[in-house]
């Protein structure tokens, strides 16, 4: 597998441009492809740009609607729902965190419930955007287990579950927000993807073949295996949760998501607050490194850190990745080579 690094903002023109060609509203094209290349900068692969083919090829059997616009169906001030309408959930879950954020500052609390969405894309984005509000923020979601089933849960070898993730945020010291963002499974869907385009095997404990045997091959995915669910019982009855939830909220197309904002200013002044996380999480990073870790990094806070050197190095991509961008955009009729991508 070889490995090359490009420049993130022609990347960025180039998949916004073939969406828009694919009958995306330009505003939502732009705004997917931002969030697709900010996930790669921050290291998440899987929800990155080699989503562009897999978006098209939804698009194209009928799963997302190109032509759809989400829109706020209830707001009942603390309470709201965000109807994705069938299209591609990152514009739904950014309209949703706009209209929490102001109401999680002006009552202490708020939710939001996004229905009827396809893929929203890195969920931990949602979260944090919440934190430069001063807000604690967590999302999750579920109830594709119709049409997504691809998770066991604990004890189990049938799929029943989907992968279910949580995303958890608050404001933490100058290097940026605490965050965390996971998946119920062993691994996310996409990760197992990449693996399989690139060729790579896949850790132990993250899957079972066909037989309910462990495997690492991700081709046993494919062909009829299951992942397995993270921190055994503990990441299945999370999963559950989220799965049931789901099912709750209304209509779905792939997840249904609950997102909810806290204000924390209303138990500590922002000052304090801020001079006591500097503290605390100044301890965690000088905690004695274990053998094999060159320091201890703090989640969220090191996909900062990734980013800012990726916007000035480029971005790691596979040849394989990369083929299955310039295929799409030519199927757009978009030429790559005139964003220097050829």
Known sequence: MTTRLYPPDPLQRLIADTLAAAGFHADIAAEVAEHLVVAELRG?????????????ARQRIGEIDAAARPALARDEGGLLLVDGRGGIGIPAMNLAVAALVPRAKAQ???????????????????????????????????????????????????????????????????AGPLAVDFATSASANGKIALAAREGRRLPPGTIIDRAGQPSTDPA?????????????????????????????????????????????????DPAEARALAEDYLGRVRGTQPAPGHERVKLPGQWELELAA????????????????????ARSQGIEPAAYGLA
């Open 44 to 56: 998440v692969g899987s929800h990155g740009v080699n989503r562009l083919a897999w978006y098209l």
């Open 108 to 174: 202490g609390i708020a939710a939001a419930a996004v229905i009827r969405v396809g893929h929203t894309g890195r969920v931990g984005a949602y979260t944090e955007a919440a934190t430069e509000a001063g807000l604690f923020a967590l999302c999750f979601g579920g109830g594709g287990h119709a049409k997504w089933a691809s998770v066991v849960p604990h004890g189990g070898a049938e799929r029943v579950m989907s992968t279910n993730p949580y995303a958890f945020a608050l404001p933490g010291d100058g």
């Open 220 to 268: 046993d995915f494919a062909a009829g295996g299951a992942l397995l669910t993270m921190g055994a019982h503990k990441g299945s009855g999370m999963g559950l949760v989220a799965e049931l939830m789901g099912l709750l909220l209304g209509g779905i197309v792939e997840f249904n998501w609950l997102l909810v904002a806290l204000d924390l200013a209303r138990f500590r």
């Open 309 to 328: 050197e990726r916007r000035r190095g480029g971005l790691p991509l596979s040849d394989e990745v990369v083929a299955g961008i310039l295929e799409a």
